[in-house]
């Protein structure tokens, strides 16, 4: 197949053509000789599977012939016929196990290291570390010779790590996939030096940017019948700046210098390398426009010499060109979703080149609109699949008390009782959701923070006699994942296994079908491999089995070899290297997407990279600017990037920045094809936006006022309710006419209400037990009192602490204050409820005052208790008379067990501190004026047809109501009139 030579042999394939058609072309020409089974002599390596599927496509595309043996780089770790005498590798899980033990036991010894919870991470990144260094040819050894000058401790420690590390892998005598890949190049290198293979062997597609990569390549190189065809190679690129990109100091950034560095450890110049099969590329003056752009800086000031020649070439440099600049990132998607629909009815191929996975799910979700599923080389996230996120969801709840919210998510998922009668088990849920032991037990909605399961059975036993043998399944498996004893990670998969098959099979059925479909499948395999791999003996907690689940479940992918559309294709950077399509959309085009940004190393910072000669940071943005220039170079091409992420406004890719800075600097001719390629971008957006566009005009709603029939008005309030009629009378007409309630939160919360209801209940069980004559108010038994009463009511550890901090910090002055109130008078009731009722119509003021006391002269004190600040002289004179109106009650004897009595004393207590606390004024008419005021309200909705207004007298624009939504807030202003309007 190729003519004896004494030098590598290497061939490229140039920018801007379709590197695998290229490749199987060239290969057909220079074979036209051979017999159609004499192919199969013939073996090729290339970068990645994809690649091999599609080379092998267009072999059986040229007709009958046999194929060749088409392999890829990564299977020489495994290569079983090698000729080497080595065991294989140790496997990615069981290094990932050994490695987790090491970072634990040093996080356990140095906790300010890092958080446990980020032991796997570590050990992950521990683990890409030691394959750089196998990769790379480097020895752990070269670790005792750092120096680390000036560097901070965090570095000593990593590197002290790093060198015990060494002394522990080397005794297990363990073997890294990449070092026995390394391992096996080496072996075929020095075996073909004595016994040279006479049939051709050829790698296809690779840059070598790794170092075991560029060592397998000189190896083939040098073979009687050996070749390597680079990839994505600039033949506009000067001899002079292959002179600068080949030095040994130079950047890695440019997207031609892993081929430089290649072609320097293949002994090959860059300037003499053949083609491997000519055919004209699609456009060779647009790949010398960014040949020109992406020069390295410096030899920028080329940009002044050869611009101007290409004036005359920018127009069809860019007349396939489309600039999409959208303002978000969801318009970008929807945008980049419209080009790919619109190929896809004319028949065309396209693709999405990004390494922006958000994009490219956000893409996929709307192709799904047209029933478009795209194929997308990474497939889709095992973790994020519906087997996935069961999977991660259940191994979170090893070993924890549960929350209603958790519960509800478990039992909900769709996987949950699958097996057999899910109807009954949906119903069964939302039973469960709404349920109330009593008045005052919910179960799950407002109810305790985490589930008692022994309440929810006796809610069975009780009000739900059916749902049995429901509720004990339930019981039942969750109570067999409470044990937080540690243990080791085989006993937590099968914990975890049993919990998963009870969940599935449900109450009634026999097997559980977990395991279902293509995403099922792939989920076993990882879960039996895990199973199989964790045998250690060390011992873990249920956290740490969870993050490693998570972990393991990332690294899965499901695929549909059926479901994907032919022409619709979205490829990872790796994936475009060696593949075309009729249109090629790169999208994310912004810094930090595309090129990423530099993974964090937490083991060698960049001068310690730079001593063990490992790779820098430069490298991978030197890769991610070739896959864009290759990528460029297509027939037709979209460049896409949104203008803000969030708030936050984004930066142009730098390879978009210098295309953009050269263009402008050409005068009016750049500056033109820059305004087309942006009108053309912009036609993308607005066919996006239309779609979401309403066809008709909408009116906007009025503000509402309501008015019900005189039947269905509120019929009873209480004294909290009336500065919400005053206010927002909307939101009274909602819960008491329409009767719609907002739903309370799955358990309850460490929040406002909680607080101030915890406070009440230590305030009222002081008063209960404490004697002023005996001496019992004290600070120390108001705090022994809070102690007992957070212990039993508030099962937020942080929150108690905090509570009872703040509870410290006024103890002194509450209890003084309790002292002069027990002078003035004694306490007659507390948490007392009362009512009174209008003579007018039907309706009934009720009330729960916090503190009722009588003084020497009979007359009555009312306290209330705010854990806040009361309101102030002007609210309480116009919206909140909560005090006046259980003054009204008191007045008329509506308290139980109480007389009517005269009011000496109204009175808001503030736990804040006695600055906060607030009195209102009293005088002999305060009652019933208040009462007068309340019926002449009443009245106005009632009888006068005053509607129910929304949002009327507001105390801060910025506060909400649950019925906000309903009354269609935001369609109307503020200052918009309410529309009367009787309702049925």
């Given at each position: 197949?190729?003519?004896?030579?004494?030098?590598?042999?290497?061939?490229?394939?140039?920018?801007?053509?379709?590197?695998?058609?290229?490749?199987?072309?060239?290969?057909?020409?220079?074979?036209?000789?051979?017999?159609?089974?004499e192919?199969?002599?013939?073996?090729?390596?290339?970068?990645?599977?994809?690649?091999?599927?599609?080379?092998?496509?267009?072999?059986?595309?040229?007709?009958?012939?046999?194929?060749?043996?088409?392999?890829?780089?990564?299977?020489?770790?495994?290569?079983?016929?090698?000729?080497?005498?080595?065991?294989?590798?140790?496997?990615?899980?069981?290094?990932?196990?050994?490695?987790?033990?090491?970072?634990?036991?040093?996080?356990?010894?140095?906790?300010?290291?890092?958080?446990?919870?980020?032991?796997?991470?570590?050990?992950?990144?521990?683990?890409?570390?030691?394959?750089?260094?196998?990769?790379?040819?480097?020895s752990l050894?070269?670790?005792q010779?750092?120096?680390?000058?000036?560097?901070?401790?965090?570095?000593?420690?990593?590197?002290?790590?790093?060198?015990?590390?060494?002394?522990?892998?080397?005794?297990?005598?363990?073997?890294?996939?990449?070092?026995?890949?390394?391992?096996?190049?080496?072996?075929?290198?020095?075996?073909?030096?004595?016994?040279?293979?006479?049939?051709?062997?050829?790698?296809?597609?690779?840059?070598?940017?790794?170092?075991?990569?560029?060592?397998?390549?000189?190896?083939?190189?040098?073979?009687?019948?050996?070749?390597?065809v680079?990839?994505?190679?600039?033949?506009?690129?000067?001899?002079?700046?292959?002179?600068?990109?080949?030095?040994?100091?130079?950047?890695?950034?440019?997207?031609?210098?892993?081929?430089?560095?290649?072609?320097?450890?293949?002994?090959?110049?860059?300037?003499?390398?053949?083609?491997?099969?000519?055919?004209?590329?699609?456009?060779?003056?647009?790949?010398?426009?960014?040949s020109?752009?992406?020069?390295?800086?410096?030899?920028?000031?080329?940009?002044?010499?050869?611009?101007?020649?290409?004036?005359?070439?920018?127009?069809?440099?860019?007349?396939?060109?489309?600039?999409?600049?959208?303002?978000?990132?969801?318009?970008?998607?929807?945008?980049i979703?419209?080009?790919?629909?619109?190929?896809?009815?004319?028949?065309?191929?396209?693709?999405l080149?990004?390494?922006?996975?958000?994009?490219?799910?956000?893409?996929?979700?709307?192709?799904?609109?047209?029933?478009?599923?795209?194929?997308?080389?990474?497939?889709?996230?095992?973790?994020?699949?519906?087997?996935?996120?069961?999977?991660?969801?259940?191994?979170?709840?090893?070993?924890?008390?549960?929350?209603?919210?958790e519960?509800?998510?478990?039992?909900k998922?769709?996987?949950?009782?699958?097996?057999?009668?899910?109807?009954?088990?949906?119903?069964?849920?939302?039973?469960?959701?709404?349920?109330?032991?009593?008045?005052?037990?919910?179960?799950?909605?407002?109810?305790?923070?985490?589930?008692?399961?022994?309440?929810?059975?006796?809610?069975?036993?009780?009000?739900?006699?059916?749902?049995?043998?429901?509720?004990?399944?339930?019981?039942?498996?969750?109570?067999?994942?409470?044990?937080?004893?540690?243990?080791?990670?085989?006993?937590?998969?099968?914990?975890?296994?049993?919990?998963?098959?009870?969940?599935?099979?449900?109450?009634?059925?026999?097997?559980?079908?977990?395991?279902?479909?293509?995403?099922?499948?792939?989920?076993?395999?990882?879960?039996?491999?895990?199973?199989?791999?964790a045998?250690?003996?060390?011992?873990w907690?249920?956290?740490?089995?969870?993050?490693?689940?998570?972990?393991?479940?990332?690294?899965?992918?499901?695929?549909?070899?059926?479901?994907?559309?032919?022409?619709?294709a979205?490829?990872?950077?790796?994936?475009?290297?060696?593949?075309?399509?009729?249109?090629?959309?790169?999208?994310?085009?912004?810094?930090?997407?595309?090129?990423?940004?530099?993974?964090?190393?937490?083991?060698?910072?960049?001068?310690?990279r730079?001593?063990?000669?490992?790779?820098?940071?430069?490298?991978?943005?030197?890769?991610?600017?070739?896959d864009?220039?290759?990528?460029?170079?297509?027939?037709?091409?979209?460049?896409?990037?949104?203008?803000?992420?969030?708030?936050?406004?984004?930066?142009?890719?730098?390879?978009?920045?210098?295309?953009?800075?050269?263009?402008?600097?050409?005068?009016?001719?750049?500056?033109?094809?820059?305004?087309?390629m942006?009108?053309?971008?912009?036609?993308?957006?607005?066919?996006?936006?239309?779609?979401?566009?309403?066809?008709?005009?909408?009116?906007?709603?009025?503000?509402?006022?309501?008015?019900?029939?005189?039947?269905?008005?509120?019929?009873?309030?209480s004294?909290?309710?009336?500065?919400?009629?005053?206010?927002?009378?909307?939101?009274?007409?909602?819960?008491?006419?329409?009767?719609?309630?907002?739903?309370k939160?799955?358990?309850?919360?460490?929040?406002?209400?909680?607080?101030?209801?915890?406070?009440?209940?230590?305030?009222?069980t002081?008063?209960?037990?404490?004697?002023?004559?005996?001496?019992?108010?004290?600070?120390?038994?108001?705090?022994?009192?809070?102690?007992?009463?957070?212990?039993?009511?508030?099962?937020?550890?942080?929150?108690?602490?905090?509570?009872?901090?703040?509870?410290?910090?006024?103890?002194?002055?509450?209890?003084?204050?309790?002292?002069?109130?027990?002078?003035?008078?004694?306490?007659?009731?507390?948490?007392?409820?009362?009512?009174?009722?209008?003579?007018?119509?039907?309706?009934?003021?009720?009330?729960?005052?916090?503190?009722?006391?009588?003084?020497?002269?009979?007359?009555?004190?009312?306290?209330?208790?705010?854990?806040?600040?009361?309101?102030?002289?002007?609210?309480?004179?116009?919206?909140?008379?909560?005090?006046?109106?259980?003054?009204?009650?008191?007045?008329?004897?509506?308290?139980?067990?109480?007389?009517?009595?005269?009011?000496?004393?109204?009175?808001?207590?503030?736990?804040?501190?006695?600055?906060?606390?607030?009195?209102?004024?009293?005088?002999?008419?305060?009652?019933?004026?208040?009462?007068?005021?309340l019926?002449?309200?009443?009245?106005?909705?009632?009888?006068?047809?005053?509607?129910?207004?929304?949002?009327?007298?507001?105390?801060?624009?910025?506060?909400?109501?649950?019925?906000?939504?309903?009354?269609?807030?935001?369609?109307?202003?503020?200052?918009?009139?309410?529309?009367?309007?009787?309702?049925?």
């Amino acid at each position: 197949m190729f003519e004896p030579n004494h030098q590598s042999r290497v061939f490229m394939v140039p920018i801007g053509a379709d590197f695998s058609q290229n490749f199987v072309d060239g290969l057909f020409e220079r074979a036209i000789t051979k017999q159609p089974h004499e192919f199969a002599s013939i073996t090729i390596y290339l970068n990645t599977r994809r690649a091999a599927r599609r080379v092998e496509d267009l072999f059986k595309q040229k007709g009958a012939t046999l194929l060749p043996r088409l392999k890829v780089l990564s299977d020489l770790t495994h290569d079983a016929l090698a000729p080497i005498d080595l065991a294989l590798p140790v496997s990615p899980l069981q290094r990932r196990l050994k490695l987790a033990d090491l970072v634990a036991a040093l996080i356990e010894q140095q906790p300010d290291l890092a958080p446990k919870s980020s032991v796997f991470a570590l050990a992950d990144s521990l683990a890409a570390l030691l394959d750089e260094f196998h990769g790379e040819g480097v020895s752990l050894d070269r670790l005792q010779d750092v120096e680390l000058g000036n560097a901070s401790e965090h570095w000593d420690r990593s590197l002290k790590f790093l060198n015990i590390l060494t002394q522990y892998w080397t005794a297990q005598s363990l073997i890294d996939p990449e070092a026995r890949q390394r391992a096996v190049i080496q072996a075929y290198t020095n075996h073909w030096v004595e016994d040279p293979p006479s049939n051709p062997i050829i790698i296809a597609g690779s840059t070598g940017s790794r170092g075991a990569t560029a060592l397998f390549m000189q190896a083939v190189s040098k073979l009687p019948q050996g070749a390597v065809v680079l990839p994505g190679y600039d033949v506009e690129t000067p001899a002079d700046v292959w002179d600068v990109l080949g030095r040994k100091n130079a950047n890695d950034d440019h997207p031609q210098s892993m081929l430089a560095r290649v072609c320097g450890k293949l002994n090959t110049d860059p300037n003499d390398i053949p083609a491997w099969h000519e055919k004209l590329v699609f456009s060779q003056d647009r790949n010398k426009l960014l040949s020109l752009a992406l020069r390295p800086a410096p030899v920028t000031d080329q940009w002044l010499e050869e611009g101007p020649d290409l004036i005359p070439t920018i127009p069809s440099a860019t007349q396939n060109i489309s600039l999409i600049s959208a303002v978000s990132p969801k318009d970008e998607a929807n945008a980049i979703a419209v080009c790919l629909r619109e190929a896809a009815e004319r028949n065309e191929t396209a693709v999405l080149i990004t390494p922006d996975r958000n994009l490219t799910r956000r893409v996929s979700a709307q192709l799904n609109r047209w029933n478009i599923t795209p194929d997308d080389s990474a497939g889709e996230p095992l973790h994020l699949s519906a087997i996935g996120i069961f999977m991660r969801l259940t191994a979170g709840l090893l070993g924890k008390v549960i929350t209603p919210a958790e519960l509800i998510a478990v039992l909900k998922h769709p996987l949950t009782h699958q097996a057999d009668d899910r109807g009954n088990h949906l119903r069964f849920t939302r039973d469960l959701e709404r349920a109330e032991l009593d008045r005052d037990t919910p179960l799950i909605r407002g109810g305790p923070p985490f589930v008692q399961f022994d309440i929810i059975r006796e809610w069975a036993d009780a009000k739900h006699v059916d749902a049995q043998p429901w509720v004990a399944w339930l019981c039942d498996g969750f109570e067999m994942i409470t044990d937080t004893t540690p243990r080791s990670m085989s006993d937590w998969l099968a914990v975890h296994e049993g919990f998963l098959y009870a969940l599935s099979k449900g109450a009634k059925a026999e097997q559980h079908c977990l395991w279902r479909e293509n995403e099922g499948q792939q989920a076993q395999r990882l879960f039996d491999n895990l199973a199989q791999e964790a045998d250690g003996d060390s011992v873990w907690t249920a956290s740490d089995y969870a993050s490693l689940l998570y972990s393991v479940l990332q690294s899965g992918e499901v695929r549909d070899a059926v479901k994907p559309h032919p022409n619709i294709a979205i490829w990872g950077t790796l994936e475009a290297r060696v593949q075309g399509a009729d249109l090629v959309i790169l999208g994310g085009l912004n810094e930090g997407i595309w090129p990423q940004k530099p993974k964090p190393d937490p083991w060698l910072n960049r001068s310690m990279r730079k001593q063990l000669g490992l790779l820098l940071p430069e490298r991978n943005i030197g890769l991610s600017a070739h896959d864009f220039q290759q990528a460029f170079g297509q027939n037709k091409i979209v460049l896409s990037r949104a203008i803000r992420d969030g708030e936050a406004p984004t930066v142009s890719s730098r390879w978009l920045t210098r295309l953009n800075n050269l263009l402008t600097g050409l005068g009016k001719v750049g500056e033109t094809a820059l305004s087309d390629m942006a009108n053309r971008g912009d036609r993308w957006l607005q066919l996006a936006r239309s779609l979401d566009r309403p066809t008709g005009r909408l009116e906007k709603a009025a503000r509402p006022a309501p008015v019900p029939p005189a039947t269905a008005h509120p019929k009873r309030l209480s004294v909290t309710r009336i500065k919400t009629l005053v206010r927002n009378p909307y939101e009274i007409y909602a819960q008491s006419v329409l009767e719609l309630r907002a739903l309370k939160p799955y358990g309850l919360e460490p929040d406002a209400l909680s607080r101030g209801i915890v406070l009440h209940t230590i305030l009222e069980t002081f008063n209960q037990s404490t004697h002023f004559e005996d001496g019992e108010y004290t600070v120390e038994h108001f705090l022994d009192i809070a102690t007992k009463v957070l212990e039993r009511d508030v099962p937020w550890q942080s929150a108690r602490r905090l509570w009872f901090g703040r509870l410290k910090k006024i103890a002194p002055w509450l209890v003084e204050a309790e002292q002069e109130r027990s002078q003035l008078g004694r306490i007659s009731a507390q948490e007392i409820k009362g009512a009174r009722q209008a003579t007018e119509f039907v309706f009934t003021l009720t009330a729960k005052a916090d503190r009722l006391d009588l003084d020497p002269k009979g007359q009555l004190m009312i306290y209330d208790y705010k854990s806040g600040d009361p309101p102030g002289p002007k609210e309480i004179h116009h919206f909140d008379k909560q005090l006046q109106l259980e003054a009204a009650i008191a007045a008329a004897g509506g308290f139980a067990n109480m007389a009517p009595l005269s009011i000496a004393a109204l009175q808001y207590i503030s736990l804040k501190g006695p600055e906060a606390s607030r009195s209102v004024p009293v005088t002999d008419t305060l009652a019933d004026d208040t009462w007068a005021e309340l019926i002449q309200l009443l009245r106005c909705h009632f009888e006068n047809g005053v509607g129910y207004g929304a949002r009327l007298k507001m105390q801060k624009d910025k506060y909400g109501s649950d019925y906000d939504h309903l009354s269609r807030f935001g369609e109307w202003e503020e200052t918009d009139m309410p529309e009367t309007r009787d309702v049925p």
